[in-house]
């Protein structure tokens, strides 16, 4: 798979960031999560795309959107992680600016 032309993804990712501003209902915050995994994915080059979410009441992240394999869908979507297993992904060592 080639990669895209960097003004075709810096457009794509555009788009994306753009669906995403106009949120307003849950129906559409999944919409966008969806469209922005999707162009990740494909801009990335990325068999898999997994969108976690911060969910306040249980102070955990679910995997709310995933983009790939109907396998990968079944195997990631809705499940749960905890501080402790993102931890070391959030490490300060990982922080690009």
Do not use: K
């Amino acid at each position: 798979m080639s990669s895209p032309a960097p003004i075709t993804l810096v457009a794509s990712l555009r788009d994306a960031l753009e669906a995403a501003r106009g949120v307003r209902t849950q129906e559409e915050l999944a919409a966008a999560l969806d469209r922005i995994a999707r162009v990740v994915s494909d801009s990335c080059g990325f068999g898999t795309c997994v969108v976690n979410v911060h969910r306040q009441a249980w102070d955990d992240f679910e995997a709310v959107t995933v983009h790939g394999s109907p396998e990968a869908r079944r195997a990631l979507l809705g499940t749960a992680s905890t501080w402790e297993q993102w931890g070391p992904y959030l490490s300060p060592r990982f922080e690009r600016r």
